[in-house]
């Protein structure tokens, strides 16, 4: 018998066993048609006397991935999902969840409103509606804590973190786990033998979990000072304590109201549009118009030319996603340094205890390094790591040209060099493309994908799948100089240096970005990643710059000094021993005050919130300027680029969401106000212009 109660919803009689399978791909998100289906299938079940238990299960790759996301901010559609786990909860007959694949958010409360849960090897469950501005507001603030103890909910809802099912065995989260990957075998195996044994229903809202007052006490303060300490700046962590704390005062059914009380002023804030953004941008963004239209090439082997740290960084990246990597350097000496670069990372993780000795060798098993190009010969794509210098860069495209088999790609890690002219020197330039990693490249998310003029689509569509196989958060750009992210950083950075100039210290104007979401303000970051970088830059576009545009000394003046940050123990900070927090350093400040000396500049004062809105307005200036003029394709490529590759505060969207959120209108003014100062650098980018004028904001172009 088989009788749908929503097209998203199938019940299904095995014997006297009732299996609801909800089928929404993609991923079976609890869209409204999903929440009806089980709501009638639940009741279905209790009014039907032949059914003696129920199984739920989720078709396709995925148990439940949680609420629609994109219902958040649309007017509510009951019934609303709490209502279909308390409704799955009470139920009179042993309810079974069988997951497989994700049961994550709403998931994972629906598995928890049921009685039983049995999971399959493979799945993964958690919490991680933290991530997205909101806590868990299906009764999983109150249910979790009742059913693993506070401690360990509260470490699964402030995280957000996956966990594979043994550790959701070993929490109590999952009755069990079955062998294999046949999940409605293992649903109705576990339900069978409830039925045999005479089960009943066990609702987790009775849950004996909190039972030790005092214990889940110490439990709950400690994770509101950790999270006080840490949350910056966020909104949704400290009212996930809140709620658990209200799991342990009150009656369960009053701790769910505080829960919907404390859930929709998540819904509400700001945060929770900025994050949700964020969530959709990504995946926007690693569409490219050719991953539609092309098909990849298939990457079974890397070469990585050069073993400096950002070559290295990119062979980490490249064997972690299990792919084979040859290394190739100038001679014997340097390739052991650039293996050494490798084997640093992997041995750090074992020191951390994160990998066992034996994996290391197992991935090393995969490097191999060569002092000859000949050893290219084979491999499916290469990323370029050398020297930034176009003269360099050629000469090894031209070893690439020589050796490699037709059909490699061949990328360069340049971040700001002219990609189009590299192609051109060689004799397939439809095989050349840029993939720009950050440093530490193992670590950070970002990948921008810089694509030639001649380059063939099949080839941008391969970096986009390289860059999903190394869980990396890919960003289509063109070519222009800096792409998408150095170009406007130097815009953005150019603002700060002037504040400076005209004022600020760099302490305060690091404390002020600070606050506003980033973890390091822009003279942090240039003291830890050093100096000197910016300074061979500057003396790099020294010939282009435009004499009249303003050009602030101080950095020189620093870097002159030796005075690189970090790495010298001294920069726009001083540290000493070794410090990672750097201290102001009063030296500096009087090497400022005789700059401003120097360009006539009488120092006034600025508010904190005077330097942000600078700061941001060059940014998002900016911004438009690439959106306008191609080298991102909409504003949320913007978005994602700054905040995976540049510490935007995710739960601000990204630059172009925050925009909208102040009103480009307010933004076109203060651009405008600015340029009273210095019209040469505070132009109006026309795509601002242009959408002021037609009433429209960023959002309207991601479309
Ligand atoms: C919540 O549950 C609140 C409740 O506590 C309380 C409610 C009262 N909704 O990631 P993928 C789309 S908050 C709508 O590439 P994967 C996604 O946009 C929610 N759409 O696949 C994409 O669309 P498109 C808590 C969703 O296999 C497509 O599905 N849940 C949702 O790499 C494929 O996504 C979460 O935070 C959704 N919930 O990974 C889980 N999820 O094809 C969020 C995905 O148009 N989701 N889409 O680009 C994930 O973490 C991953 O998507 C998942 C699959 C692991 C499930």
Request: aromatic content about 6%.
């Amino acid at each position: 018998m088989n009788t749908a109660a929503t097209a998203a919803v199938a019940s299904t009689r095995h014997d006297d066993i009732l299996v609801v399978t909800i089928d929404n791909p993609p991923v079976n998100a609890l869209g409204v048609d999903v929440r009806r289906g089980l709501l009638e299938a639940i009741e279905a079940a209790d009014a039907d006397p032949a059914v003696k238990a129920v199984v739920l299960l989720g078709a396709g790759r995925n148990f439940l991935g949680g609420a629609d996301i994109r219902e958040f901010g649309k007017p509510p559609q009951p019934p609303a999902l709490p209502d279909v786990c308390n409704r799955i909860e009470a139920a009179t007959k042993p309810v079974v969840a069988a997951i497989h694949g994700a049961a994550l958010g709403g998931g994972l409360e629906v598995a928890l409103g049921a009685h039983y849960r049995v999971a399959l090897g493979s799945a993964k469950l958690g919490l991680p509606e933290v991530l997205l501005g909101l806590l868990p507001g299906a009764g999983g603030t109150q249910r979790t804590p009742r059913l693993i103890g506070a401690q360990a909910a509260l470490e699964l809802m402030l995280s957000g973190r996956h966990i594979g099912a043994k550790e959701a065995a070993k929490l109590g989260l999952v009755d069990r786990v079955a062998e294999g990957d046949d999940v409605l075998a293992a649903g109705l195996g576990y339900a069978r033998e409830l039925v045999a044994s005479g089960a009943a229903p066990r609702r987790t809202s009775e849950g004996g979990a909190l039972a030790d007052r005092a214990a889940t006490q110490t439990a709950i303060d400690a994770a509101r000072a950790e999270t006080a300490k840490k949350a910056r700046g966020l909104f949704s962590p400290l009212k996930i304590v809140d709620a658990v704390q209200g799991a342990l005062d009150l009656p369960f059914a009053e701790g769910l109201a505080l829960e919907r009380k404390l859930f929709i002023e998540c819904l509400e804030s700001p945060q929770r549009a900025g994050l949700v953004h964020a969530f959709f941008a990504e995946r926007e963004a690693a569409k490219a118009p050719e991953t539609r239209s092309a098909q990849p090439r298939a990457i079974a082997s890397v070469g990585i030319i050069g073993g400096g740290t950002m070559g290295a960084g990119i062979a980490v990246a490249v064997l972690d996603a299990g792919l084979p990597v040859t290394m190739i350097e100038r001679d014997d000496e340097a390739l052991a340094r650039g293996r050494a670069n490798v084997e640093k990372v992997y041995d750090g993780l074992i020191a951390k205890g994160r990998i066992k000795p034996e994996a290391k060798d197992a991935i090393m098993a995969r490097f191999n390094g060569s002092t000859s190009y000949d050893a290219l010969s084979q491999v499916d794509l290469v990323i370029e790591a050398v020297f930034e210098d176009m003269a360099v860069k050629q000469a090894v495209f031209k070893e690439l040209d020589r050796v490699c088999k037709p059909g490699a790609v061949l990328a360069t890690n340049t971040s700001y060099l002219d990609i189009d002219q590299i192609a051109a020197s060689i004799s397939r330039p439809q095989d050349v493309i840029g993939l720009h990693f950050f440093s530490p490249a193992n670590i950070m998310k970002l990948l921008e994908i810089v694509v030639p003029a001649k380059v063939s689509a099949d080839v941008v569509a391969t970096a986009f799948e390289l860059a999903k196989k190394l869980k990396k958060t890919a960003v289509r750009a063109g070519v222009c100089d800096g792409f998408i992210g150095n170009r406007v950083l130097a815009v953005y950075g150019a603002a700060a240096q002037a504040i400076m100039e005209d004022g600020a210290s760099p302490y305060q104007i690091d404390k002020a970005v600070r606050d506003f979401g980033y973890p390091m303000g822009p003279f942090q970051v240039s003291d830890l990643a050093g100096g000197d970088i910016g300074w061979a830059t500057r003396k790099r576009r020294a010939a282009t710059r435009d004499p009249n545009a303003r050009y602030v000394q101080i950095p020189d003046r620093l870097c002159e000094r030796g005075w690189f940050g970090q790495k010298t123990a001294r920069g726009y900070y001083l540290y000493p021993e070794g410090a990672r927090v750097g201290t102001p350093d009063p030296e500096v400040e009087a090497i400022i005050d005789a700059e401003r000396q120097r360009a006539g500049i009488t120092p006034r004062s600025f508010t904190d919130e005077e330097i942000v809105r600078r700061y941001l307005a060059a940014m998002i200036n900016e911004g438009a300027n690439v959106v306008h003029q191609k080298i991102a394709l909409r504003p949320l490529d913007v978005d994602v680029t700054f905040v995976h590759g540049y510490g935007f505060p995710r739960y601000r969207g990204g630059p172009m969401h925050y925009a909208d959120t102040v009103g480009l209108p307010k933004i076109l003014a203060d651009i405008q106000e600015f340029a009273k100062e210095d019209p040469l650098f505070w132009k109006p980018s026309p795509l601002l212009v242009d959408l002021v004028e037609r009433g429209e904001n960023f959002a309207s172009l991601n479309k």
